[in-house]
Nanobody, 124 residues
Framework: QVQLVESGGGLVQAGGSLRLSCVVT????????MAWFRQGPGKGREFVAA????????SYTDSVKGRFTISRDNAKNTVYLQMNSLKPEDTAVYSC?????????????????WGPGTQVTVSS
């Protein structure tokens, strides 16, 4: 059974940085496309970033381009989200998602596996 667990969330001041991690167990991680989504207070789930199984392709939503970087270490079964220059509007629960057959998708329904999420709060 594939399981995803995020870590690295917390409280940070505007302009600060955080690095989220998502460890995947129970599957062949190197074959999975991975992504990060977020859900802010009173908002729907929003695509943040995606990465291909090999790590050769990345995509980002416009609001985080130049500030966030998605990466992966297939030897450690881990995907990361480095978040710099954080803004109060980045406050959300961040969840990682993965799928064996679909990747580089911005719609959440394409991903079959999800972590429980980690809270990121950015104070002004």
């Amino acid at each position: 059974q594939v399981q995803l667990v995020e870590s690295g969330g917390g409280l940070v001041q505007a302009g600060g940085s955080l690095r989220l991690s998502c460890v995947v167990t129970g599957g062949t991680f190197s074959r999975y496309g991975m992504a990060w989504f977020r859900q802010g207070p009173g908002k729907g789930r929003e695509f943040v970033a995606a990465i291909s199984p090999s790590g050769s392709s990345e995509s980002y939503t416009d609001s985080v381009k130049g500030r966030f970087t998605i990466s992966r270490d297939n030897a450690k079964n881990t995907v990361y989200l480095q978040m710099n220059s954080l803004k109060p509007e980045d406050t959300a629960v961040y969840s990682c998602a993965g799928d064996r057959w679909n990747y580089m998708k911005i719609q959440s329904q394409w991903y079959g596996y999800w972590g429980p999420g980690t809270q990121v709060t950015v104070s002004s």
